[in-house]
Each structure stands twice: as structure tokens, then as C-alpha cells.
């Protein structure tokens, strides 16, 4: 109610501006008695807030001092374009006690002192003391310049904000702390405008909807020159001369007041409303003398058209409306003299243009919504004076335009649905100036433009047996700037040109007739960044580009076959990293470049399959894994240019079959392989500074057969490594291979047999060296007369032979790693979509609640892998912040528990919480 009467005194005051200071937090009394923050309006409060709204009225609000989520007041501000919602910082961050949220705008200093005697008295006063300061600033800002809108004065207060933490908006400290005197000389540079368009600097929490300008009706031309006839729509022109050509004055007045003409049509069923207003105003006063003459002419002229068409009928409904403003104002004076050459004049001329229109198509099948905003602002003004043998002229000239798009569409069918959204939003700024002093001459041009770009789109069918659900999301920012300065022919320049873009794509397919049975997932995040420099001085000029880019690229597949005797199985992980940097200069002629790349993949592989036969059945499993991590750096300088590229790449496969009889036979069989490969080069101006290539194996075999009355077996290791070297054209190359092999028989009455043989070669250069062997061999017999010794090798014993392999070779043990920063995305301008979280309730809550699903817990082990592979350090650190994360998101007890793991205000807070 209070809020209501501050709305209706603003009103009867005719006060175009105004903001009220709501420091005080939502909550609610619980069944048990405890109250808590309360996190829903009532209708009233909607009711309140939208009224406030509607007549322009800015509100301030606290978020609240609790500590954790904000209240439903501080989060309103996500549904209200008119409500900033304000926290407290402390030491150049938020402050713990202050609440944050999707709704936390702006953070603002407190001077409030906090001990451990005065935590809660104290505290309680912090957001609050916040928001007044907030208010405070918005009250200077527009006492600098009250044309401004309250929506203008958001986006300032906001945009002005020294940014914290995660680049751009973020839950825990929103824009960032307040820069009151940043602020308020930007509101008074600021020219009115409509607003059209969003900082760039954020993309995550827009500060204006995107539909919120489709509902004006008419367009806002700045103030113009009172009219004299305003009671007629008919043109009126008045002229007056006094005196003669020696002395006199004259002044001419011609007027248009507002005129505005409409007419509605119908046909079919579309009706079409079209609307025109004009007015023009243009006054030219003049006096002279024998010797002097002065003119002054002012003139404004406005131009509005308003098109709306509706079309109804039963299959659809399509409505479009359209803006258009043109405002011209100018303003001169001249004073000269009649007896010889030289005066002086000057001018003023202004150009306001907007444009915006807007459509709803809806039909069963069909829903496409689009709308956009644009607005050009121009002033020109300059000045001259001259006489019989001197002249100096000055002229400036400013630019200012902005637009905004939005597109939405969403389609449906009998087996699927999709939609796809896009916002673009442009700001640019420009400004003219020069100068003519005699046979000197002097020229600036200087600006900046700004384009965001976000899109995001869904689609998913269901065809008979099989399914999709694909997404993407993609952001851009594009900024460019530029100054220039040209004085008597020479010219002195610079620009800039930054660009930015992410996205995230996710396709899921599934299919199943019965029989089979598959599904895939593949996630992919990109990110590019590029920045291209240039200056010049006169004829000399330089050049500098940066490009970086970084993509992330997982995904599982899963096949499944089930038909009658006959089951099979295939699961396939995949996961990549790519990386790249590159930059490029050329001053004065010496060019010089720097481009560096990274890749690391692992795709891992799994089959099974189960065969049932009336007399036998036969189990098959394999896996396969392959891990590559490779790398490529190339240098220019001048003319001397060097390059270096690396591979290392391993495989490792394993097999297992198991038949088994109904007759009690069994057949086993089973194998392992790792391969290594390794390739590092380098080459400079005169060719291959070295080339090295390696390349290892290693296999291990095994049969086992049981028949009746004894079994068989085999059991086989071999391997071979090779190297081969360039350096400065001296080719080497050296390698052996090997071989071990042991079979046996053993019968169930004791008898057995047994052989092991070993063998080696080896070669350096060409030439082969003498080969190695060594065999053993041995049987038992109990029946037999002659002493024996009953030393049959048990299956899977290390070899006798004193040269065979005793195990895997050390190196083979290692597979390749990425280097450390290839884990590290470039710098972020934006921050990235939120990762998935796992359920609060997974590790904490009564009852431990539902375990997260398949998918999620895939990524987990994924991200435990990879870490296992950077140490023991990384693994302690991995799983402490894995237990943070967890605890942070629980409820109760456990946030304390997090407090003693990691302090509160830790930097690592946010750091743990974007990684997880």
C-alpha cells in the first residue's frame, strides 16, 4: 500500500522521475514458528510492483543480508524492468552476509564495521546502507540530466559498474560494484534516447526485455518549438519587411501544426489502419545597416507513420505493426559585412530518427514473434569567420545509433516439435570534426560500434522407432574502435577491431524396435577470440592480430541387439580438447608471426556378446582404447622462419572368449595389445632440423582347452620397438622384435608335457645383428620307472628362460598427456552457460535421495580420469573441491561444514562452483 501511495503522490506531482528506496527483506513465519526468507509475491505485491511500473517509477530494493538466496522482492527484478536490486560488498567483493541470485544487479560498499560480538546487529544493516547509496547516485544522476528515462538510468548505473569475478553479469555479484562518479558523468554525456539496446558487456541477464518497446504506440520526438496555431491543421506563413535597402529588418514565419490523418480498410479478414503526422516550423529573422548585416533562421520539422494490420481466420492469425519517426531541427546565424569580405556564422543541425515494428503469427502448427528497435541521433554544429585575406572554419559533427532484434519461432507436427531464438542488438558512436585556419588544416574521425549476437534453437522428433532432442546455443560480441586524426595531409591513425563467440551444441538420437537398440550423445562448447590492431603515421603503418580458439567435444554411443540365441553390446566414449593461438604483426616491413596448436583426444570402446545353442554357449568381450596428444608451433621473423610439431599417440586392446559345453568342454582364449607411436619434428629456413619417429608394440596371447580326461594351453608374449632419426640429413634408424611362446598338456591321471622357447632379433642402420633363441622343455610321467621331476609351469607363471620378458615394458605403461594449460579455455568476455549440477540431494539430505543419471555420472568419471592422469596432488584437489561443491549445494549443517573446508569469501568459492 505504501508503494501504491508513493506512485499516485508522483503523479499528482507531474514528476517524470522518480525512485523509492525499498530496504527491507520478504519472509515468512513456518509451521514450526522459525521464520524464513520468503522467496514468492503475493497478488498484492505483483499488483504494487506493476503499478510502479507502468508510471515509470524506478525502485531500489536491498537483497537481503541472509547470506543465500535472495528474497522474492530481490528477485523481481528479473520480471520488472524497473526494479535494481542492490547487495553489499566488502574488500572489493560481496560481502557473506549479503544475498545473491538471478535477480542481484549491482553490489555497492558498506561502511558498516562487522566484529564477532556485533555480527548480527551489524550485519542487518549492510544491503540496506547498499541500496541507499545506490539511490543516492540515482538521484545525482538525474539532477546531471532529468531527460533521461529510468530505463537509461539503469543501464548507466549498471553498465558503469566495475566489473568482478566471472567477466560480465554473474548471481553472486552481479554487474559489479558501484562507480558512482563513472555514473553520473556518463548520465550527463548521455543524449536521450529510446532504449533499444542492452550493454555489451552482458548477454546472460539482459537489462531490457526484448518485446518491451513492441507495445508503443507512437513514437517520442524531443521537445519542439511552441506553436502559435495549434487550434488549426492549415499551414500558416507571415512575413514582415521594415526600411530600404540602407536600413531595415525583415522576418518570415511559416508553420504547420500537427496534423494527424488515419484511415482503416478491411478485406477478407485483414484489417489495415495506416496513420500520418506532420508538422514543420521555420523562422528567418533579419536586420541590416549600411555597413553590417545579421541573419538567424531556426526550423524543425516532424515526420510519424504508424502502419497496423490484422489478419484472423481460422487457420491463423497474423498481426504486424510498424513505427517510423523522422525529426529534423536547425538553427544558424550569420554576421557580415556589406562593404567588404569578411563575418562571421555559425550552425545547428539536428537529425532524430526511429524506427520499430513488431509481428505475432500463430497458427496450429506455427508461432514466429519478431520485433525490432532502431534509433539514429545526429548534431552538427560549426562556426566560420573570414575577411579579405583570412578565413578559419570549425564544424563537429555526432553521431549516435542503436538497434535491437528479436526473433522467435516454434514450430510442431505430428511426430516432433522445434523453435529457434535470436536477439541481435547494435550500438555505435561517431564523432567529426575539422578545422581551417589559413593554409592550415586539421581533421579527426574517431568512433566505436558494438553487435551482440545470441541464438539459441531445439528440436525433437519421435518417427516410428526412433527419437531426437538436439539444442544449440551460440553468443557473439563484436566491438570495434577507431580514431584518426589527419593534420595538413598527414594522418596519424589507429583501430580496433575485438571479436568474441561461444556456443554450445548438444545432439542426442535414439532408436529401438525390440531388437535394437542404440542411443548418442555428443555435447561440443567452442569459443573464438580474435583482436586485430592497426596505426599508422603518415606513409608508415602497423599491424598486429590475435586469434584464439578452444572447443571441447564429448560424447557416448551405445548399441544393443537382442534376438532369439543372440545378444550383443557396443558402448563407445569419445572426448577431445582442441586449441589454438596465433598472432601476426608487420611494422615498417618486418613481418613477423606466432601460431601455436593443441589437440588430446580419447575415444574408448567396449563389445560383449553372449551366443545360447542347445549344446554350447559362447561369451565374447573386448575394449579398446586410444589416446592421442599432439601439438604444432611455427615462428616468423623476418625472413627467419621456424617450426616444430609432435604426435604421440597409444593404443591398447583387449579380447576375451569363453565357450562352454554342455558336455563339460570348454574353450578360453583371450589376447592384449598396447602400440605406442611418437613423431617429433622440427625444421627451420635450410629444411629438417631433426625428425625423430618411434614406434613400440606389445602382445599378449592365450588359448586354454579342456577335453575330457585333461586341457591344453598356449601362452605367447611378443613385441618390437623401433626408432629412426634425421638430423641435418644424417638418417639412422635402429629396432628389434621378439618373441615367447609356452604350450603344455596336462592329464587328469598326472601326466603333463611342456615346451618354452624364446627368440630375438635385432638391426641398426640396416645391418642385422645375430640372433638369439634359447628353448626349455619338460614332461612327467608317473607310470614310468625312471626318476622324474614333476615341474610343469602353471598358467600365467613368469617365463624361465633367463632372456625372455619378464613383464610389460616401462615406457608402453605411459600414455600420452595434454599439457597443462590445454585444459585452461581462453579468457572469457562472457561467462559460459551454466554447467548441469548434480542433485542437492545426491550425497546430502535425508534418505540420500535419487543417485544422478547415467549421463551425469559418465561426465564425472570422464573428469576423474583425466585427473588421475595429472597426479596424486590433482586428485586430492579434484575430489576436496568434488566435496565443497556437494556440501555448498546441500541444505543445513552441511553449508557450515563447506565454511571449514574452504572459509567464507575465498576466492576459490566461485572458482569451484564454475568448474563443477
Known amino acids: 500500500q505504501s508503494l501504491i501511495e508513493f506512485v499516485d503522490a508522483a503523479i499528482a506531482a507531474k514528476q517524470p522521475n522518480a525512485a523509492v528506496n525499498l530496504s527491507f527483506d520478504l519472509t515468512q513465519i513456518n509451521p514450526d514458528g522459525g521464520q524464513t526468507t520468503r522467496h514468492k509475491l503475493t497478488a498484492a505485491e505483483r499488483s504494487a510492483l506493476q503499478y510502479a511500473q ?66 548480527t546487529n551489524a550485519t542487518k544493516q549492510g544491503t540496506s546502507i547498499a541500496a541507499a547509496k545506490v539511490t543516492n547516485t540515482i538521484s545525482q544522476m538525474w539532477a546531471a540530466n532529468p531527460s533521461l528515462d529510468y530505463q537509461q538510468i539503469k543501464n548507466i548505473l549498471l553498465n558503469t559498474a566495475s566489473d568482478i569475478d566471472i567477466p560480465g553479469w554473474d548471481e553472486r555479484t552481479g554487474y559489479g560494484i558501484l562507480n558512482q562518479e563513472l555514473a553520473i558523468a556518463t548520465a550527463t554525456e548521455t543524449i536521450p534516447a529510446i532504449p533499444v539496446i542492452a550493454a555489451t558487456k552482458q548477454l546472460i541477464k539482459p537489462l531490457i526485455n526484448a518485446d518491451e518497446n513492441t507495445t508503443n504506440t ?100 497474423d498481426k504486424n505493426l510498424s513505427l517510423y519517426s523522422i525529426e529534423r531541427t536547425n538553427k544558424s546565424q550569420e554576421n557580415i559585412s556589406r562593404l567588404k569580405y569578411e563575418g562571421i556564422g555559425n550552425s545547428q543541425s539536428s537529425y532524430k530518427q526511429k524506427w520499430s515494428s513488431n509481428r505475432n503469427y500463430t497458427s496450429p502448427s506455427q508461432t514466429q514473434k519478431s520485433a525490432s528497435d532502431s534509433y539514429l541521433n545526429s548534431q552538427t554544429q560549426s562556426d566560420g569567420k573570414h575577411d579579405g585575406s583570412y578565413a578559419e572554419s570549425n564544424s563537429k559533427t555526432q553521431e549516435e545509433s542503436g538497434s535491437k532484434s528479436t526473433t522467435n519461432n516454434q514450430y510442431t507436427s505430428s ?58 546455443d551460440n553468443r557473439s560480441i563484436t566491438n570495434n574502435t577507431w580514431d584518426n586524426t589527419t593534420t595538413n595531409g598527414k594522418t596519424v591513425g589507429s583501430s580496433t577491431r575485438d571479436t568474441y563467440s561461444e556456443g554450445n551444441n548438444n545432439y542426442n538420437t535414439s532408436y529401438d524396435d525390440g531388437k535394437s537398440k542404440n542411443t548418442s550423445n555428443t555435447d561440443t562448447y567452442t569459443q573464438n577470440q580474435s583482436q586485430e590492431t592497426n596505426s599508422s603515421n603518415g606513409t608508415n603503418s602497423w599491424r598486429n ?28 566414449d569419445h572426448y577431445s580438447i582442441n586449441k589454438s593461438n596465433s598472432s601476426s604483426s608487420n611494422s615498417a616491413g618486418k613481418p613477423s608471426s606466432k601460431n601455436e596448436s593443441e589437440r588430446y583426444s580419447e575415444n574408448q570402446e567396449q563389445w560383449d556378446s553372449e551366443y545360447k545353442a542347445d549344446t554350447y554357449t559362447t561369451k565374447s568381450n573386448s575394449d579398446e582404447l586410444t589416446i592421442t596428444a599432439s601439438k604444432s608451433n611455427s615462428n616468423t621473423e623476418g625472413n627467419n622462419t621456424n617450426s616444430s610439431n609432435s604426435s604421440d599417440t597409444s593404443t591398447t586392446r583387449n579380447s576375451q572368449t569363453v565357450t562352454t559345453y554342455k558336455d563339460g568342454r570348454k574353450e578360453e582364449n583371450g589376447s592384449s595389445t598396447y602400440e605406442k607411436w611418437l613423431r617429433d619434428s622440427s625444421y627451420d629456413n635450410k629444411g629438417v632440423v631433426s625428425d625423430i619417429y ?13 577335453f575330457k580326461g585333461g ?13 629412426s632419426t634425421t638430423k641435418r640429413a644424417v638418417y639412422t634408424s635402429n629396432g628389434s622384435s621378439w618373441s615367447w611362446t609356452r604350450s603344455g598338456t596336462v592329464w587328469d591321471d598326472g601326466r603333463n608335457d611342456w615346451s618354452e622357447s624364446w627368440s630375438k632379433s635385432s638391426w641398426k642402420d640396416g645391418k642385422y645383428a645375430p640372433s638369439e633363441s634359447e628353448s626349455k622343455k619338460g614332461g612327467f610321467d608317473p607310470k614310468k620307472t625312471t626318476p622324474q621331476v614333476n615341474d610343469v609351469p602353471k598358467f600365467g607363471e613368469p617365463p624361465r628362460l633367463n632372456k625372455a620378458p619378464k613383464n610389460k615394458p616401462i615406457d608402453l ?58 597426479g596424486k596432488q590433482a586428485v586430492i584437489d579434484f575430489l576436496k573441491g568434488f566435496i565443497y561443491h556437494s556440501l555448498i549445494n546441500g541444505v543445513g549443517i552441511l553449508k557450515d561444514v563447506a565454511d571449514l573446508l574452504y572459509p567464507p569469501g575465498a576466492k576459490s568459492h566461485a572458482e569451484i562452483e564454475a568448474y563443477y
Not at 415 to 435: A, F, I
Request: glycine share 6%; hydrophobic share 15%; net charge positive.
Open 54 to 119: 507502468e508510471n515509470n517509477i524506478l525502485i531500489v530494493a536491498a537483497a537481503g543480508n541472509e547470506g543465500n538466496l535472495i528474497s522474492a522482492l530481490g528477485q523481481a527484478s528479473t520480471e520488472y524492468n524497473n526494479i535494481i536490486t542492490v547487495g553489499a560488498a566488502e574488500n572489493n567483493y560481496r560481502a557473506a552476509y549479503s544475498s545473491y541470485g538471478g535477480g542481484l544487479d549491482i553490489l555497492a560498499p558498506t561502511d558498516t564495521h562487522q566484529t564477532a560480538e556485533t555480527a
Open 218 to 317: 507512437a513514437a517520442k520526438p524531443s521537445s519542439r518549438a511552441a506553436l502559435t496555431n495549434a487550434t488549426t491543421n492549415q499551414p500558416k506563413t507571415t512575413s514582415t519587411s521594415t526600411g530600404d535597402y540602407n536600413q531595415g529588418t525583415s522576418s518570415s514565419t511559416t508553420e504547420q501544426p500537427q496534423n494527424t490523418t488515419s484511415n482503416t480498410s478491411k478485406y477478407n479478414n485483414t484489417t489495415s489502419t495506416n496513420a500520418q503526422t506532420n508538422r514543420s516550423y521555420s523562422h528567418t529573422n533579419s536586420n541590416w545597416n549600411k555597413s553590417r548585416r545579421n541573419t538567424n533562421s531556426n526550423s524543425n520539422s516532424l515526420y510519424e507513420t504508424k502502419t497496423d494490420t490484422n489478419t484472423n481466420t481460422k487457420d491463423y492469425t
Open 415 to 472: 511426430n516432433g516439435s522445434s523453435g529457434d531464438n535470436t536477439t541481435t542488438q547494435k550500438k555505435g558512436k561517431t564523432n567529426r570534426t575539422s578545422s581551417n585556419k589559413g593554409n592550415n588544416s586539421n581533421s579527426t574521425y574517431s568512433g566505436e560500434n558494438s553487435e551482440v549476437t545470441q541464438s539459441d534453437s531445439h528440436s525433437k522428433t519421435n518417427s516410428n522407432f526412433s527419437k531426437t532432442n538436439n539444442s544449440r
Open 545 to 572: 592480430n590475435r586469434d584464439s580458439s578452444y572447443s571441447v567435444t564429448s560424447g557416448n554411443n551405445t548399441d544393443t541387439y537382442k534376438n532369439g540365441p543372440e545378444t550383443r553390446n557396443h558402448n563407445r
Open 694 to 706: 618411434k614406434y613400440s608394440r606389445w602382445t599378449s596371447s592365450y588359448t586354454k582347452s579342456y
Open 711 to 723: 586341457y591344453r594351453w598356449t601362452e605367447t608374449i611378443s613385441g618390437s620397438d623401433s626408432e
Open 813 to 870: 605403461q605411459k600414455p600420452p598427456k595434454p599439457s597443462k594449460d590445454i585444459w585452461i579455455p581462453p579468457r572469457r568476455i562472457t561467462p559460459p552457460q551454466e554447467l548441469e549440477n548434480f542433485p542437492d540431494n545426491w550425497v546430502a539430505g535425508s534418505g540420500g535421495g535419487n543417485p544422478p543419471n547415467q549421463d551425469k555420472i559418465q561426465k564425472f568419471l570422464r573428469e576423474f580420469r583425466r585427473v588421475m592422469a595429472l
